[in-house]
């Protein structure tokens, strides 16, 4: 079983929808969560940090749920700009300077 | 704004070359990484260093060496490369002390293809 798991998807949403993507992971002593975003043939970037309580940025809210060891990424409105590869990523305790363990992402397109 | 380097985009080899890989980033960060991204199996990390001539094994190091001589600098070397070597190659930097998720840059990243 894979330690981060995401839907690959591809997510084909019209423009103005509402999308949500689910990620789940198996260590339950992890530590820190994010959402990267790749768009296609580019690096990945920080899209935003999880946090117990949840988080909101504009139109993206994310939400880590411990008890069943899952994050999720809501995205509202969706924009054509949207349309990405979307990573969860989470590190562990004992990992100090490692790096993180990355889901292997789930695509969004959104169509006009 | 940090940035990093990679010296390839794309890169094309024979099986059983040797390849090297570069990483720069111009911000001082201890601790680089290399990763390998394939379809459906997300970035895989390959080896790490924190310092300068340190380096530690990552998840697959199998096929795979580096070298950290300059700060500044982390080379990813292919002995001897192999078909299944054929990949998207990302390097990473972070700074010691900050919280890793939230300010680990990507280099561009360097497609290789191994004929």
């Known amino acids: 079983r894979k330690e981060v798991e995401q839907d690959p998807g591809p997510f084909n949403v019209p423009e103005g929808a509402t999308v949500a993507f689910n990620c789940t992971y198996s260590?339950?002593?992890?530590?820190?969560f994010f959402w990267y975003r790749q768009d296609c043939r580019k690096e990945p970037k920080l899209l935003m940090s999880v946090y117990s309580s949840g988080n909101e940025d504009g139109r993206f809210t994310a939400q880590l749920n411990r008890a069943s060891q899952y994050i999720s990424l809501l995205i509202r409105d969706s924009k054509l700009s949207d349309s990405a590869t979307y990573l969860c990523v989470v590190t562990y305790r004992d990992t100090g300077r490692r790096a993180l363990t990355f889901g292997s992402g789930t695509r969004l397109q959104v169509q006009p | 704004d940090v940035k990093v380097t990679q010296s390839s985009r794309y890169l094309v080899k024979r099986t059983g070359e040797k390849v090297f890989l570069e990483c720069v980033q111009d911000m001082d960060h201890e601790n680089m990484f290399w990763y390998r991204q394939d379809p459906g199996l997300g970035l895989r990390l390959i080896y790490f260093?924190?310092?300068?001539?340190?380096?530690e094994k990552g998840d697959i190091p199998e096929g795979y060496s580096v070298s950290r001589e300059k700060k500044e600098r982390f080379s990813l070397i292919l002995e001897s490369a192999s078909t299944n070597q054929t990949s998207m190659y990302l390097c990473?930097?972070?700074?010691?002390?900050?919280?890793?998720?939230?300010?680990?840059?990507f280099g561009p990243g360097t497609r290789l293809l191994v004929l």
């Open positions: 260590n339950s002593a992890s530590q820190s």
């Open positions: 990473a930097t972070i700074r010691t002390g900050q919280v890793i998720g939230e300010t680990q840059y």
């Open positions: 260093s924190y310092d300068v001539k340190m380096k």
